[in-house]
């Protein structure tokens, strides 16, 4: 069962503008909880799958995510080239 469950839901959707001040460390008491799911991955794949999605999913950021979608991408086409 995921952890976050017992957990204000508010927590996993910070409020606020760039990387600092209180939604930063929203978003680091948000990972934390994250750190140590039993379901992280399950969440991550979830997130990724169901894109756009806002919040912490899976220990990540939406802006995390879609840095990870790029470089999935970018690994593919990679991959890709060097088989042609």
Do not use: Y
């Amino acid at each position: 069962m995921a952890i976050c469950r017992g957990e204000d839901p508010d927590l996993f959707f910070p409020v606020g503008a760039g990387t600092s001040g209180p939604m930063l460390v929203q978003t680091d008491a948000a990972k934390a909880v994250c750190l140590g799911c039993p379901v992280k991955k399950q969440c991550l794949d979830w997130a990724m799958k169901a894109d756009p999605v806002e919040g912490i999913w899976g220990g990540t950021t939406e802006a995390e995510r879609r840095a990870m979608r790029r470089s999935a991408a970018r690994a593919s086409r990679n991959t890709a080239g060097a088989v042609a």
